[in-house]
């Protein structure tokens, strides 16, 4: 391996002896990392500005745990089927609990390339029909309890919907971390400790070490603040059940998604809106949702019905978007020493670079979960415990380092963007 790859490794691991956890952000990425941490022995105190917790992106009455599996072998899709199956077994007890439910996902191709990449992926996996089996349309059919249309799809029998929402607050409650409502405008380090401050400046809390999870919002810190990371609006709408649409029993995914019936509605979604910054909700977002659920397979069309788009309910809220659609997890650079070391990689990307990376002292961030908070959310909480307690990694490395923060300096810099 390239000796330039040691940019992850910290100049000072001194510094990371230390019990005392402040995680900021109370959504999914904050309550899965604060969990993971306190069963690792850590003293750890959520912070947010709400009361409860998720109340943000993470809460949705009904988000789905989304399989992502491709026909190539590469970085994302490996993350993604690590992702996958950390998550089925994270959420195991509360399925058992009777949140949410443990229903199965049935993801349909939207074209003849995803009809192709499904034959590929059955063949690939199957020897693993816990994990995803290729079915026809009589299979598909009876599993999913309606009349689908498509002559093949996806069937992940483990996955299935949660509310996001119950599960933060599930997590919070069970693990007894305790929340701290702020609103954190600025965090400053100093005497070894970093201290959080709210609009008016006053200190709210202070703790040796420090997990950012507050999603796109990281931006407002200096520290954070070279992430490249956008927010996205989403809606989701909610629509009446009826007798026949009752009768769905998987989740099923395709160019939109639907969920099985909970309290006499189904989940539709969801809307992706660049550049709209409203958390009301939007009529012509409510019909591009009905047209996708539609346009998903003629079978959930009929079964749905028609719906009348002025009397929908649904939620808006905003995904913390990455380009490269994985999380940011682990340790935040120090930017202008990190960069300094690595300026050689500007004038040759292949330098080799012995100099371990420059990091700020116990300051660490959990963000960027995208459109898959539900699937990342566990497995990057346990990338940045068994990190923080000195743990046996639990991905290759290749995986770690996608997902690790200074991920985009490096990659800045070889590209001469920095
Ligand atoms: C419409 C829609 C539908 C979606 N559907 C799905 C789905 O089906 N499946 C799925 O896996 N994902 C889905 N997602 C994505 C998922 O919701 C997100 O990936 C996930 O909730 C992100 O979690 P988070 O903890 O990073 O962010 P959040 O849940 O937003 O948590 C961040 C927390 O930080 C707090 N905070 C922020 N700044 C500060 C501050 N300065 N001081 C104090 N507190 C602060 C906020 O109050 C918030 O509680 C959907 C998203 C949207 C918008």
Not at 47 to 71: F, M, T, W
Not at 160 to 174: K, N
Not at 378 to 406: F, M, Y
Request: charged share 20%; glycine share 8%.
């Amino acid at each position: 391996m390239a000796k330039s790859t040691v940019w992850h490794l910290d100049k000072s691991p001194a510094l990371r002896s230390t019990r005392e956890i402040a995680v900021l952000g109370a959504g999914i990425a904050g309550c899965t990392s604060a969990v993971a941490l306190a069963k690792r022995g850590f003293n750890v105190t959520l912070i947010d500005r709400h009361p409860i917790a998720g109340c943000e992106a993470s809460g949705n009455s009904q988000g789905i745990v989304y399989p992502k599996l491709s026909a190539r072998d590469d970085l994302l899709p490996r993350i993604n089927l690590a992702a996958m199956q950390f998550s089925s077994r994270y959420y195991q007890p509360f399925w058992a609990q009777g949140l949410g439910q443990q229903c199965g996902v049935i993801v349909v191709p939207e074209d003849d390339k995803m009809r192709q990449d499904f034959e590929i992926i059955g063949q690939r996996f199957k020897d693993q029909p816990d994990l995803v089996q290729l079915y026809d349309n009589r299979e598909l059919r009876r599993l999913s309890g309606i009349n689908l249309q498509a002559q093949i799809g996806l069937y992940f029998p483990k996955l299935g919907w949660l509310s996001p929402t119950d599960i933060c607050q599930q997590l919070v409650a069970q693990h007894r971390i305790p929340l701290l409502q702020a609103d954190i405008q600025r965090v400053a380090h100093s005497d070894n400790r970093w201290h959080l401050f709210d609009a008016d400046g006053q200190p709210c809390i202070t703790s040796e070490t420090l997990v950012i999870a507050n999603a796109f919002d990281c931006k407002q810190f200096q520290q954070t603040e070279f992430l490249p990371v956008t927010q996205l609006r989403g809606q989701i709408s909610h629509i009446p059940s009826n007798g026949t649409s009752s009768a769905l029993k998987t989740v099923i995914c395709g160019e939109g998604y639907i969920t099985p019936q909970y309290n006499g509605q189904h989940s539709i979604g969801a809307t992706y809106n660049k550049g709209v910054f409203t958390t009301a909700l939007r009529p012509e977002d409510h019909q591009t949702n009905l047209e996708q659920i539609c346009a998903t397979d003629s079978g959930i069309a009929s079964a749905i019905g028609s719906q009348n788009v002025t009397a929908m309910t649904g939620r808006a809220n905003y995904r913390c978007t990455t380009k490269d659609y994985l999380p940011i997890v682990g340790a935040v650079a120090n930017l202008t020493q990190l960069v300094e070391d690595y300026s050689a990689l500007r004038r040759d990307a292949k330098s080799s670079i012995a100099t371990a990376g420059s990091y700020l002292p116990n300051l660490y961030i959990n963000c960027g979960m995208g459109s898959r908070g539900l699937s990342y959310a566990p497995l990057s909480a346990e990338i940045l415990a068994t990190e923080l307690a000195g743990d046996t990694p639990i991905l290759d490395e290749d995986l770690r380092l996608a997902l690790h923060p200074t991920r985009f300096i490096i990659r800045d810099l070889k590209k001469k963007r920095l």
